[in-house]
């Protein structure tokens, strides 16, 4: 916009003497509409809900009053689409639900996030691994409260996953329509403690590596599938093709099970924990919302059992 | 009210009681604070220290609102008029209110509320307490205990009582299929959506056998169990060079060696193969008796129960009612499950720790 007086000046300079002077004239009156033009204009953007950048992101207006929009700021926004537009008034009460299973997901969010960062300065090899962490914790900014916090974070995890189940059964919820809902829980409780577990041996120290031989050592013992499990001789398992063969890629802890932790732990189980959360928190919403604070039933209303 | 009032004295006096008892042992036992303060203040095992306050608490929650809705139950079978107009909750309810709110912002802002508390509560968490690192990996020096992480300490606690096959895959397979099976057995329409012990007492009670023993064998395992995995009181030294003489013998030889065993000529069941037949009667018998001891659980009226005059049967009519609803197939899949984790793991903790018996069926295949 300020190009136009610029040109003209050009121009003038070119031509009349007396005519500059009525140019400065014209530039200065310019300078301040421009100016003017600019306040105004400003004053206008002192309501950032009233741009158009906002309104292109969020297409509705947060009007705290107007229940419309309440309803909208919900179903029109991706991350919170999982919510319904209203709930039971006894619904948010954190007595009642606890909140551990929202947690979870938070924690698995944060998981996710510093596992990311993590996986920038780690290299799963024999050679590099243990490096790798001491780098982490002595040379990376921030490096320890990063390794600290996915650590403290997936401990968390467990322990806000058994709350949550703990709650599920004290209220119920796992009752019809929610049977199948609890079992999608329940894989996601073993996949949560089997990340952990894959995720214990990374650092490749000595706490690692005995927890997962410990560990996979049971799995010598499957039945059938275990070179030193009921049955297991007598199907031909021997040490380097049982299920403990395939889960460590050899017959000891080395560099195979540790590249096999690895993928298992950034790949593998959060692809299907992410698959199992979404039917997970699909079905919540599908089998009618969270199952309370519902209105206590009576005996003498059971209902008896069809027959058929 | 009354009746309320004296409920909660009595649940504060059981938790002094066990905060006194608690303390009294632990100055009486507790030899080496230094050995209790190494084993709790180890990073990894802070979240079992964690758990040890936020079970019961949780625990005191849900109790909590179980009575609560249980009172209004009572009151309102008592009162049928009144069951016909109240709100049926424990939650405050007044005429006008209305049912619904909306999600923004009343939920959602919880749930932030939330998110940042445990971003904060990481954060602390994360700056006070450094994860722990080891020496590198070296398949040359066993790490003595060598524990796996907390969560899997129940598992790995189970390896004394049971052979590796049965703690480490059997165990664990059949727990997750029995929380699976766990909505499909429980034929219980009532409580679906509320606290209540009253009306799901039965089904309540076998969850919290199944979490609180959970909890226990993962408190043994990180407290109890020290260099070999032996068995150290909390409080006492943990002694690298102790030796424990595995004394533990099958249950056939205990038998056929007693003096009972002796003087009724039963040596005969140390041999083949009626070590094999004693120990499928075991097993059999064990299943049985635990089904009828779980059915007897599952019906008794405890009120009724006494032992002057006998009545070791009394029935409660609603615990009869809702297995006149079970079907055949659910009871079945219950009791199985019931037997074989819940029963089993307790009892052969006892059989092991009590009477040093290693197996209760010996057979050139597996031993149980």
Redesign the interface.
């Known amino acids: 916009m300020d190009e136009k007086p610029d040109q003209k000046e050009t121009k003038q300079l070119t031509g009349d003497e007396k005519a500059s002077a009525g140019l400065l004239e014209k530039v200065k009156e310019g300078g301040t509409a421009l100016k003017q033009r600019a306040i105004d204009e400003a004053k206008t953007y002192k309501d950032v809900q009233d741009t158009q950048l906002w309104k292109s992101i969020f297409r509705v207006s947060?009007d705290?009053s107007d229940?419309r929009n309440?309803?909208l700021?919900?179903l029109s926004n991706v991350f919170?689409h999982l919510?319904?537009?209203?709930?039971?008034?006894?619904?948010?009460?954190?007595?009642?639900t606890?909140?551990m299973g929202?947690?979870t997901f938070?924690?698995f969010i944060?998981l996710t996030f510093t596992g990311v960062l993590l996986m920038f300065y780690y290299h799963p090899t024999k050679v590099d691994a243990?490096r790798d962490?001491?780098y982490l914790?002595h040379d990376v900014p921030f490096g320890?409260?990063l390794?600290?916090?996915?650590?403290?974070?997936a401990?968390?995890m467990?322990?806000t996953t058994?709350?949550h189940m703990?709650?599920v059964?004290?209220?119920?919820?796992?009752?019809?329509p929610?049977?199948f809902n609890?079992?999608v829980g329940?894989v996601l409780?073993?996949l949560t403690?089997l990340l952990?577990?894959t995720g214990?041996l990374l650092?490749?120290?000595?706490?690692?590596?005995?927890?997962v031989?410990?560990?996979t050592?049971?799995?010598?013992?499957?039945?059938m599938l275990?070179s030193?499990?009921?049955?297991g001789i007598q199907l031909g398992m021997t040490q380097y093709n049982d299920v403990r063969f395939g889960l460590l890629g050899g017959s000891?802890?080395d560099s195979n099970a540790l590249l096999r932790s690895y993928i298992w732990h950034c790949i593998g189980i959060p692809l299907v924990a992410s698959i199992f959360m979404a039917v997970h928190f699909w079905r919540i919403r599908k089998d009618g919302g969270i199952?309370?604070?519902?209105?206590?039933?009576?005996?003498?209303e059971?209902?008896a059992?069809k027959k058929k | 009210m009354a009746k309320a009032k004296s409920n909660l004295s009595r649940g504060k006096l059981i938790t002094l009681g066990v905060i006194v008892l608690l303390v009294v042992l632990a100055v009486f036992f507790v030899q080496d604070w230094h050995q209790l303060w190494t084993i709790s203040s180890a990073p990894?095992n802070?979240?079992i220290v964690?758990?040890l306050f936020?079970?019961p608490f949780?625990t005191w929650?849900?109790i909590k609102?179980?009575r609560a809705?249980d009172r209004?139950?009572e009151q309102?079978?008592e009162d049928?008029k009144l069951?016909k107009t109240h709100?049926?909750?424990?939650?405050p309810w007044r005429p006008g209110?209305?049912?619904?709110?909306?999600?923004?912002?009343?939920?959602?802002r919880?749930?932030f509320l939330?998110?940042v508390i445990?971003?904060v509560?990481?954060?602390v968490?994360?700056?006070t307490?450094?994860?722990?690192?080891?020496?590198?990996?070296?398949?040359n020096?066993?790490?003595n205990p060598?524990?796996?992480?907390?969560?899997?300490l129940g598992?790995?606690e189970m390896?004394v009582y049971f052979?590796?096959?049965i703690?480490?895959?059997?165990m664990p397979s059949i727990i997750?299929v029995g929380?699976?099976v766990?909505?499909?057995v429980?034929?219980?329409?009532?409580?679906?959506?509320?606290?209540?012990l009253k009306?799901?007492r039965f089904?309540?009670g076998m969850?919290a056998w199944g979490?609180l023993m959970w909890i226990l064998l993962i408190v043994i395992g990180t407290f109890i169990r020290g260099p070999g995995w032996i068995w150290f009181w909390p409080g006492q030294t943990w002694d690298h060079n102790a030796v424990v003489f595995d004394k533990n013998v099958d249950l056939h030889d205990w038998i056929a060696t007693s003096r009972i065993g002796k003087a009724l000529h039963l040596g005969f069941v140390s041999a083949n193969p009626w070590k094999f037949i004693f120990g499928l009667i075991v097993v059999s018998s064990f299943y049985i008796l635990g089904a009828l001891f779980f059915h007897w659980l599952m019906t008794v009226d405890f009120k009724k129960l006494s032992l002057r005059p006998l009545r070791l049967f009394p029935q409660d009519a609603?615990e009869q009612?809702l297995l006149a609803?079970t079907s055949l197939l659910q009871y079945l899949t219950f009791q199985f499950f019931a037997v074989s984790v819940l029963l089993a793991m307790p009892v052969k903790l006892l059989l092991r720790l009590a009477l040093t018996i290693k197996y209760v069926w010996v057979t050139p295949?597996?031993n149980i």
Request: aromatic share 16%; hydrophobic share 50%.
């Open positions: 947060h705290r229940p309440r309803s700021a919900v919170l919510h319904p537009a209203k709930i039971n008034r006894d619904a948010v009460r954190y007595q009642y606890w909140g929202g947690i938070y924690l944060v243990f962490i001491l914790e320890k409260l390794r600290n916090m996915h650590r403290w974070a401990h968390l467990v322990i058994w709350l703990f709650r059964v004290l209220t119920g919820s796992y009752k019809r929610r049977e609890w079992g329940v409780l073993v403690l952990s577990f214990y650092p490749d120290d000595q706490l690692g590596f005995w927890a031989t410990v560990g050592n049971m799995a010598r013992a499957t039945p275990g030193e499990g009921p049955f000891i802890v199952s309370g604070p519902a209105p206590v039933m009576l005996e003498s059971m209902k059992v | 990894d802070v979240p964690a758990m936020l079970v949780f929650l849900g609102q179980s809705n209004l139950i309102l079978e049928p069951a709100h049926r909750k424990a939650e209110w209305a049912r619904e709110i909306h999600v923004w912002p009343y939920l959602v919880i749930e939330a998110a445990v971003t509560v990481l954060f968490w994360s700056i307490l450094n994860a722990p690192l080891e020496e590198p990996a070296n398949p020096l066993t790490m060598s524990k796996a992480p907390w969560y899997f598992l790995q390896l052979d590796p096959w703690a480490g895959v059997v997750m929380l699976m766990f909505p499909y429980d034929s219980n329409p009532l409580g679906n959506g509320y606290y209540t009306q799901r089904a309540v969850f979490f609603f009612k609803r295949w597996f």
